[in-house]
């Protein structure tokens, strides 16, 4: 097979395995949420698992901030002091860590609001 073929058809396969694989859940949830239906139960009150939780949106938004930030850090000393990678993988992984670090203080002071309010 050829490479480009093979370099084509890959994310293709990948693809339609994540779409199969999300209608199954799918398919799955509904039979789950029927057969409670079926015996009496309510089905809102079972789904702890799916409670929505801000802190991965949070945690991304905040990395791809200090990753973005880390970048142009590392651009401007590379174009100031001719310092070529190191600059820019130093300032990546500096910012990177503090936009983890920003997020985790937010998470933890949302927690203990909401300890503080119960």
């Known amino acids: 097979m050829d490479v480009a073929a093979l370099g084509v058809m890959v ?16 398919k799955f949830e509904n039979m789950e949420r029927m057969s409670m239906i ?21 945690r991304a938004s905040l990395l791809l901030i200090g990753a973005g930030v880390g970048l142009l850090m590392g651009y401007f000393l590379d174009s100031t002091f001719y310092m070529e990678e190191v600059a820019y993988f130093s300032m990546l992984f500096i910012f990177g860590g503090l936009g983890l670090g920003a997020s985790y203080l937010i998470e933890e002071k949302k927690i203990k609001e909401e300890n503080r309010i119960r």
């Open 11 to 26: 994310p293709m396969v990948l693809f339609i395995c994540a779409a199969v694989v999300w209608i199954y859940l799918r």
């Open 38 to 58: 079926e015996k009496g139960m309510d089905p809102k009150s079972f789904r702890l698992n799916r409670i929505h939780d801000t802190s991965i949106a949070l």
